[in-house]
């Protein structure tokens, strides 16, 4: 196993996570895939695993242990890591004085906390060989403050600009660091952050789409992927329209 380039996506059991392990595994890539819902993992292992190694764990990476067991069982199986994808992740709608604080922490454990304690213990390694890399899932939400998703917008704000350091500070090493931003995509998404009637997701682009771009741009090298010409003019708009400007129209979008 170790000469192989393994990819391994969290948050695999469904939506954009599938749809990466889809794309990878049409490029040969062996896979460990890990999500929470071991009926999804074994689904799409079975899809996937006439044409390539295919291995499963079910975990939770909410848990502080989560990111440390995902390590461990990927030294178990004797794994060399080639592309990590941190895509799990999730979020809610809601103001934040009076949505739970207990759902507001997990949300900064798993979108934050755990990819960065992933990305750590990762990278060193992929360093150490000069090649592979890391793909994580930030947002269009990223480029500015979301009210009414307050936490999940500053947890991808932090996704963002750390996977742009890291991109750098890996730039000539043979690592690439990539930061994805999707907008709005058709996910069950829509349903843990309770937002399935939302303007936002009127248009949604699909996940395989997501996937796809995300991929081309972590090959080609990129620091940051917007998916979708519609999506990058909106971040561009965020930059350049006075900050007051853009919380409002945000705010007015999440109500």
């Not at 007051?244 to 979008?253: E, F, I, K, N, Q």
Request: aromatic content about 6%; some cysteine.
């Amino acid at each position: 196993m170790a000469d192989e380039r393994w990819t391994v996506i969290t948050g695999a059991s469904s939506g954009i996570g599938a749809e990466m392990a889809r794309v990878f595994a049409g490029r040969g890539a062996p896979l460990l895939l890990t999500a929470r819902r071991e009926d999804r993992l074994a689904a799409l292992k079975a899809e996937l695993s006439p044409s390539v190694r295919v291995e499963t764990v079910a975990l939770d990476l909410e848990r502080p242990d989560g990111a440390d067991r995902l390590v461990a069982a990927v030294e178990e199986r004797g794994i060399v890591v080639h592309t990590l994808v941190n895509n799990a992740g999730f979020g809610f709608q809601g103001r934040f004085a009076t949505l739970p604080y207990a759902e507001q922490a997990a949300m900064v454990e798993l979108n934050v906390t755990s990819l960065t304690r992933l990305c750590r213990l990762v990278l060193p390694g992929l360093l150490e060989r000069r090649r592979g890399g890391i793909i994580n899932l930030a947002s269009t939400a990223s480029f500015q403050a979301v009210p009414f998703m307050a936490v999940y917008a500053a947890t991808k704000a932090y996704v963002l600009s750390l996977s742009e350091a890291l991109h750098e500070e890996a730039r000539r090493s043979g690592v690439v660091v990539t930061a994805v931003c999707p907008g709005a995509t058709a996910t069950e998404f829509t349903k843990r952050a309770d937002m399935e009637t939302s303007k936002l997701f009127a248009n949604a682009m699909d996940a395989a789409t997501v996937a796809r771009l995300a991929v081309e741009g972590y090959e080609a090298g990129r620091a940051v992927v917007i998916t979708g010409a519609a999506n990058a003019a909106m971040t561009l708009a965020s930059r350049l329209v006075p900050r007051g400007l853009t919380r409002r129209a945000a705010a007015w979008l999440q109500r």
